[in-house]
């Protein structure tokens, strides 16, 4: 009887420890599984903490619908522009809804020259403060790079070929070593609460056009790909900047077009995007984003990378409904982080709604549909 019981004892002692290994090793699986999704592969392992949070907030953003963007959002507007000496802090988008883009974009064309204005005249100085109060607010910044021409000192939409002269053994390769140390400093003077602020850099975008001096056909593929990682290299191991994150974005496919064929490779790639633009011509407008940001999913999701809308609009917004009938249900289920609509220019050149516009109904009802996420709904959502 007494060895009956002892047996019972220890097939209990057994299965209690069996149970408490089996525990632990789920609560520490699942740990790993956590600190895997906080601590994503980027294309800097010595990425910033803040720069880690903002992949993070960006896959949690994806997740509830999709940040709305907006190009030189607080820099200039219809019939205003910054003033450098006493920052008024505004948007034409806020003028219209009552809240800010989530997403600022701002373009570093012509730092490489050391100029004090960019291509647009955005004072360096002031974009720095500009960013500086987005990132203050929870926003979102992202940065384009219209580089002049190196070879013919053109600007970015001058085709003469020259990416193959400044990757490594081109003839003007210290000049280009120049321009991105310019570029890597400006990047460095971008701090809040001396913590340095976290931006998304997409480079040599819209490749696979003939826009560009960086597009095809004025550069190979393989040299494309070359400058891309040889950039990355220079600002990340040479210039110690390390509050980037890197995305790539084609412009949209034509049929014969491969999304990866000028893809410098998952190491050098943090985040999956593409421009689409609607030229008056929203069917096949409608056609070509569902189709292209589907095949932009499928490819993020293999490679385990975020994707974005990085670019689209349609100048003047002369098509009625366009934000709620014709561009919502397209990217409504698409899963992107974000979407960035191009700047307001001018009268005859800007892609959002301003105070008196005739689409200006309309994107306030864009602004209350449950996808949509401006700056006050990005603030809400927890990392």
């Given at each position: 009887m007494?060895l ?5 004892n220890?097939?209990f002692?057994c ?10 090793s789920?609560y520490?699986?699942?740990t790993?599984?956590k600190?895997?999704e906080k601590k994503?592969l980027l294309?800097d392992?010595?990425a910033?903490?803040s ?12 997740k ?11 820099s ?11 920052l ?13 883009p989530?997403?600022y974009g701002f ?7 050391a100029?004090d204005?960019n291509?647009?005249s955005?004072?360096f100085?002031?974009m720095?403060?500009l960013?500086?109060d ?6 979102i910044?992202?940065?384009?790079w219209?580089?002049?021409?190196p070879?013919s ?10 990416v193959?002269?400044i990757i490594?053994?081109?003839?003007n390769r210290?000049?280009y070593e120049?321009w991105?140390?310019r570029m890597?400093?400006?990047?460095k ?9 976290p931006l998304v850099?997409?480079?040599f975008?819209?490749m ?5 001096w ?7 593929a393989?040299e494309?790909?070359?400058?891309w990682?040889?950039t ?8 110690n900047v ?5 995305a790539?974005?084609?412009?949209k496919?034509n049929?014969?077009d491969d ?5 410098p490779?998952d ?6 995007g593409?421009d689409?633009y609607d030229f ?8 070509a984003v569902?189709k292209?940001?589907?095949?932009v999913?499928n490819?993020?999701?293999e490679?385990?990378k975020?994707y974005a809308f990085?670019?689209?609009g349609?100048e ?10 014709v561009l ?7 899963g ?7 700047r307001?220019?001018?009268l005859?050149?800007h892609?959002m709604?301003y ?10 009802n864009f602004?209350?549909l ?10 809400v959502?927890?990392k």
């Amino acid at each position: 009887m007494m060895l009956s019981i002892k047996n019972k004892n220890l097939k209990f002692y057994c299965k209690s420890v069996l149970a408490l290994l089996l525990m632990v090793s789920f609560y520490s699986c699942t740990t790993t599984q956590k600190q895997k999704e906080k601590k994503p592969l980027l294309v800097d392992d010595k990425a910033s903490e803040s720069c880690l949070n903002l992949y993070q907030k960006l896959n949690e953003i994806s997740k509830k619908g999709f940040a709305i963007g907006h190009q030189d959002a607080t820099s200039y507007g219809i019939s205003w522009t910054q003033n450098d000496d006493s920052l008024i802090i505004k948007s034409d988008v806020n003028e219209v809804v009552q809240d800010f883009p989530a997403v600022y974009g701002f373009d570093l064309g012509r730092i490489e020259l050391a100029s004090d204005r960019n291509l647009d005249s955005v004072s360096f100085v002031t974009m720095r403060k500009l960013m500086v109060d987005a990132h203050k607010k929870g926003g979102i910044i992202t940065i384009s790079w219209h580089a002049d021409n190196p070879t013919s000192d053109g600007d970015s939409w001058d085709k003469t070929p020259a990416v193959a002269h400044i990757i490594k053994g081109g003839k003007n390769r210290a000049k280009y070593e120049l321009w991105v140390e310019r570029m890597a400093n400006f990047i460095k003077s971008l701090q809040y609460d001396n913590q340095p602020i976290p931006l998304v850099f997409r480079p040599f975008h819209e490749m696979n056009g003939a826009w560009f001096w960086w597009g095809d056909p004025n550069c190979t593929a393989a040299e494309y790909k070359q400058l891309w990682q040889e950039t990355v290299q220079l600002l990340r191991d040479t210039h110690n900047v390390h509050n980037l994150l890197y995305a790539y974005s084609p412009n949209k496919l034509n049929p014969s077009d491969d999304y990866l064929k000028y893809y410098p490779g998952d190491d050098y790639v943090d985040i999956l995007g593409i421009d689409i633009y609607d030229f008056k011509n929203a069917k096949e407008y409608t056609e070509a984003v569902v189709k292209d940001l589907e095949l932009v999913k499928n490819i993020a999701k293999e490679k385990n990378k975020l994707y974005a809308f990085t670019e689209t609009g349609l100048e003047t917004i002369s098509t009625e409904n366009w934000y709620s009938e014709v561009l919502y249900p397209s990217i409504e289920n698409s899963g992107i982080a974000w979407v960035l609509f191009w700047r307001n220019g001018r009268l005859d050149h800007h892609y959002m709604p301003y105070k008196g516009h005739s689409s200006e109904s309309d994107f306030k009802n864009f602004e209350k549909l449950s996808k949509t996420l401006f700056l006050k709904d990005i603030n809400v959502i927890k990392k």
